[in-house]
Every structure is written in C-alpha cells, then in structure tokens.
T-cell receptor
Framework: AQRVTQPEKLLSVFKGAPVELKCNYS??????LFWYVQYSRQRLQLLLR??SRESIKGFTADLNKGETSFHLKKPFAQEEDSAMYYC?????????FGSGTKLNVKP | SAVISQKPSRDICQRGTSLTIQCQVD?????MFWYRQQPGQSLTLIAT?????????ESGFVIDKFPISRPNLTFSTLTVSNMSPEDSSIYLC????????????FGEGSWLTVV
C-alpha cells in the first residue's frame, strides 16, 4: 500500500539557514512525487514535482529510490518560506498526502 | 492551471443537519476529487467525482454520508449529511489538470464547524 511519511510536524530555523523537510514513501512501483505548500490563509498549491527536476523559490527535491525518500531542501531559508509543506505521492489517479510539516523561519 | 471556486468558504452548522458544498472549475476537467482535512491532520481523499456516474469512495467513506454529484465536467457538489462535531473539518475540492501532467490543483476549501 502507498504511504507517505513526514516525520517532523514542526521545523524551526533561522533566516539564512539551510532547510531540509523530510519525506519518505512506501510504494512498490515507480512513484511520482510532489511537494505542495500552503501559506497562511491561502489555498494548497503545487511547489514542485520530481519529474520536472526544477527549482522553485530556491527549493529542490531529489528522489532517492534506494532510501525511498523525497526530501525538500533549500540552502538559505527566507521568512516568506514559513508555511505548511505536504509531500504527496501519485498513483492510479489518486494522490496520497503526508501529514505535513510546518516550517517556521525566524528572523 | 484551472481556477477552482468553492462555496461556502466557511459555515457553522447544527448537529444533525446537512450541508452541500459546491465546486466550480473554470475549464472542463476529467478528474475531480473531494478531500477532507481535519484539524491538525493531513488531507484524506473522500472520493473521486465521476461525471455521469456514481462517485468512487475511499475506504471509510460512504455515499449515504457524503453524497456527491458531478453533472458536468466543470461542477461538483459534496454533501455532508447528518453532521456531527466529528465532521468539523476543511473540505477541499481538487481537479487534475492533464495538461500539466499528473498534477492536482485545489480550491480554497470549505471550513465547516458543527456545533
């Protein structure tokens, strides 16, 4: 069965510090993985997807099939990065979401 | 990306009543979904809204409790029936945009509080 795990409920860092939000998944096939972000009082929106291998707002995420991970990283956090981040796995027209990590970037 | 509008955005409901949430998309989409996000928890898929046929429900969700309509490719409704405080949650409509690959987009959500 598909499962997405985000072990950290809350992550606090200082502005300018590196950030890594962890995501692990369990899935037997070739997964499609995504990161969604929800800023305060805004809708949930797509941040990035692994197949496009892009960097959005300085964030990157690499799919590591050996470790079944898709961690989200940013070298220098900004205060405007404070938000809820959800890792998601796509399979057969369905998305499975992790429990989310709240990122708090302190000035 | 598709623009998704949900109504109501927020409501306070009496126990035992039912409420229907509407989801309108500005373009035709094949796949529409309804999610629930309970306080402090992640998103849980309730069902896939199928145009012209009965919705496909996930384990733990039944049609009698969460009837769904999908009369066309741009509109869907979710009804939360016979509400109890445990139904207090954010209900999210989402659509899959095939032009963007397997990516889904969300409405702003409908925040229901049952008292």
């Amino acid at each position: 069965a598909q499962r997405v795990t985000q072990p950290e409920k809350l992550l606090s860092v200082f502005k300018g510090a590196p950030v890594e939000l962890k995501c692990n998944y369990s899935y037997s096939g070739s997964p499609e993985l995504f990161w969604y972000v929800q800023y305060s009082r805004q809708r949930l929106q797509l941040l990035l997807r692994h197949i496009s291998r892009e960097s959005i707002k300085g964030f990157t995420a690499d799919l590591n099939k050996g470790e079944t991970s898709f961690h989200l990283k940013k070298p220098f956090a900004q205060e405007e990065d404070s938000a809820m981040y959800y890792c998601a796995l796509y399979n057969f027209n369905k998305f499975y979401f992790g429990s989310g990590t709240k990122l708090n970037v302190k000035p | 990306s598709a623009v998704i509008s949900q109504k109501p955005s927020r409501d306070i409901c009496q126990r035992g009543t039912s409420l229907t949430i509407q989801c309108q998309v500005d373009s035709q989409v094949t796949m529409m979904f309804w999610y629930r996000q309970q306080p402090g928890q992640s998103l849980t898929l309730i069902a896939t809204a199928n145009q012209g046929s009965e919705a496909t429900y996930e384990s733990g969700f039944v049609i009698d409790k969460f009837p769904i309509s999908r009369p066309n490719l741009t509109f869907s409704t979710l009804t939360v029936s016979n509400m109890s405080p445990e139904d207090s949650s954010i209900y999210l409509c989402s659509v899959e945009d095939v032009l963007s690959g397997n990516t889904i987009y969300f409405g702003e959500g409908s925040w229901l509080t049952v008292v």
